[in-house]
């Protein structure tokens, strides 16, 4: 797909994948940032560099609290209160940790610098919309295989609940801690013993699981997000300057597959100057395979609810796809997203936002985390869908909500 006379996007998506291991704060993701800022001043943009300190061994995290929860669930045994305050500590972490409010366990682990690359322009328009879009790439492992992602894409469709590893993760721990406590009342129950058994066995086979993760190779990230940053250069080559109601802007997020610790950050930094009413989010996240997807609401364990008027224009686009009115493939859907990507750390901020996704029929991007993320295997008509489909919206954003500002 081209856009204009400078973007081309398969061309942009080769150039992000050529910086090969571009992890959360490696310096291959530091070269990438600085060659998207150099792209966004190429097409007459500003481009800044913003380095952000993080914490990007999510996996490792995990994998601590994975295991003192487990020597909670032996403690407990002989020490019920001992046992079940080191299993409610591992619980406490691990939500705050899964939904971004705070970090326990992870500041045990290494800091590394990170990079946002900020595009803004003009001032004097009553709004502001926000194009994101992440430049790192993920680390894979066992749990990534395709044959486990579409397994567990499966039952989700079976039982009509998606659901990711994180929330049955965070599921063994409560479990677990539930059983600890009532061993205070119950210490010699043979029954809550074997119940107990179970998410602690859990608990203790995720451990390897995620050792492999950290350990695991990263990955090329053609579409997981080369793809979404290749179209987010695009749509601003092709909007800037040109919104009646909007200045746009452009986030390139940094360690977004450290659980979006860049944008988590860039919101912290900008709180004081971002209108939660006048300024929207656009996040364009893994668009260059399968069919086009919005996100209703986005989460590992709690999913919070996307900004209701993006959602009903996406709705609106959806609409006119399935009548004709709009060339596609197919019409966009909505979905339940269990991650939590940059549109989501935005919007626990109360922040008005929406994701932008291309998935596979099973609800799923193809090859999520996996070394086959290539850009061979992006589908050209996939990229298209969802550049178009961002331009409807942006300009449905510009015309039906930019007026009410």
Same mark, same amino acid.
Request: net charge negative.
């Given at each position: 797909?081209?856009?204009?006379?400078?973007?081309?996007?398969?061309?942009?998506?080769?150039?992000?994948?050529?910086?090969e291991?571009?992890?959360?704060?490696t310096?291959?993701?530091r070269?990438?940032?600085? !060659?998207?800022?150099?792209? =966004?001043?190429?097409?007459?943009? &500003?481009?800044?560099?913003?380095?952000?300190?993080?914490?990007?061994?999510?996996?490792?995290?995990h994998?601590l609290?994975?295991?003192?929860?487990?020597?909670?669930?032996?403690?407990?045994?002989?020490?019920?209160?001992?046992?079940?305050a080191?299993?409610?500590?591992?619980?406490?972490?691990?939500?705050?940790?899964?939904?971004?409010?705070?970090f326990?366990?992870?500041?045990?682990?290494?800091?590394?610098?990170?990079?946002?690359?900020v595009?803004?322009?003009?001032?004097e328009? #009553?709004?502001?919309?926000?194009?994101l879009?992440?430049?790192? $790439?993920? !680390?894979?492992?066992?749990?990534?295989?395709?044959?486990?992602?579409?397994?567990?894409?499966?039952?989700?469709?079976?039982?009509?609940?998606?659901?990711?590893?994180?929330?049955?993760?965070? $599921?063994? *721990?409560? =479990?677990l801690?539930?059983?600890?406590?009532?061993?205070?009342a119950l210490?010699?129950?043979?029954?809550?013993?074997?119940?107990?058994?179970? #998410?602690?066995?859990?608990?203790?086979?995720?451990?390897?699981?995620?050792?492999?993760?950290?350990f695991?190779?990263?990955?090329?990230?053609?579409?997981?997000?080369?793809?979404? $940053?290749?179209?987010?250069?695009?749509l601003?080559?092709?909007?800037?300057?040109?919104?009646?109601h909007?200045?746009?802007?452009?986030?390139f997020?940094?360690?977004?597959?450290?659980?979006?610790?860049?944008?988590?950050?860039?919101?912290?930094?900008?709180?004081?100057?971002?209108?939660?009413?006048?300024?929207?989010?656009v996040?364009?996240?893994?668009?260059?395979?399968?069919?086009?997807?919005?996100?209703?609401? &986005?989460?590992?364990?709690?999913?919070?609810?996307?900004?209701?008027r993006? *959602?009903?224009?996406?709705?609106?686009?959806?609409?006119?796809?399935?009548?004709g009115q709009?060339?596609?493939?197919?019409?966009?859907?909505?979905?339940a997203?269990r991650?939590?990507?940059?549109?989501?750390?935005?919007?626990?901020?109360?922040?008005?936002?929406?994701?932008?996704?291309?998935l596979?029929? *099973?609800?799923?991007?193809?090859?999520y985390?996996?070394?086959?993320?290539?850009?061979?295997?992006? &589908?050209?008509?996939?990229? &298209?869908? $969802?550049?178009?489909?961002?331009?409807?919206?942006?300009?449905?954003?510009?015309a039906?909500?930019?007026?009410?500002l």
């Amino acid at each position: 797909m081209e856009s204009g006379a400078r973007i081309d996007t398969r061309e942009e998506i080769e150039a992000l994948v050529a910086y090969e291991g571009r992890g959360a704060g490696t310096d291959a993701e530091r070269r990438a940032a600085d !060659h998207l800022a150099r792209r =966004l001043r190429a097409i007459g943009r &500003e481009g800044e560099l913003e380095p952000v300190v993080v914490h990007p061994r999510f996996a490792l995290t995990h994998a601590l609290h994975a295991v003192v929860a487990v020597v909670g669930s032996v403690v407990s045994v002989s020490s019920g209160p001992i046992g079940a305050a080191l299993v409610l500590v591992a619980a406490i972490s691990t939500y705050a940790d899964l939904t971004g409010r705070f970090f326990l366990f992870r500041r045990l682990t290494a800091k590394r610098a990170s990079q946002n690359v900020v595009s803004t322009e003009g001032g004097e328009k #009553p709004g502001v919309l926000v194009l994101l879009a992440h430049h790192d $790439a993920a !680390h894979t492992g066992g749990v990534f295989r395709p044959r486990s992602v579409e397994r567990r894409a499966r039952i989700g469709a079976r039982i009509r609940r998606p659901f990711g590893l994180a929330e049955v993760f965070f $599921a063994a *721990l409560i =479990l677990l801690l539930a059983c600890c406590l009532i061993r205070l009342a119950l210490p010699m129950s043979t029954v809550l013993g074997v119940v107990q058994l179970v #998410p602690t066995a859990a608990l203790i086979a995720s451990v390897p699981l995620l050792l492999d993760i950290v350990f695991g190779q990263i990955v090329p990230g053609a579409n997981d997000n080369a793809s979404g $940053a290749a179209t987010v250069l695009a749509l601003a080559e092709r909007y800037g300057g040109r919104l009646e109601h909007f200045d746009l802007w452009c986030v390139f997020a940094g360690a977004e597959e450290a659980q979006a610790l860049g944008m988590r950050e860039w919101v912290r930094r900008n709180r004081g100057e971002l209108d939660r009413e006048r300024t929207l989010f656009v996040d364009l996240d893994k668009v260059g395979a399968g069919t086009v997807h919005y996100a209703r609401k &986005e989460g590992l364990i709690f999913p919070l609810s996307y900004d209701a008027r993006l *959602l009903g224009l996406c709705e609106e686009i959806a609409g006119d796809q399935l009548t004709g009115q709009h060339t596609s493939r197919a019409a966009a859907r909505g979905y339940a997203a269990r991650t939590t990507g940059d549109a989501a750390a935005a919007r626990a901020r109360g922040l008005r936002a929406v994701s932008i996704s291309c998935l596979n029929e *099973l609800g799923y991007p193809p090859h999520y985390h996996a070394p086959g993320d290539t850009p061979e295997r992006l &589908e050209d008509e996939a990229l &298209e869908d $969802a550049y178009e489909f961002c331009c409807e919206l942006i300009e449905r954003i510009d015309a039906q909500l930019g007026p009410e500002l």
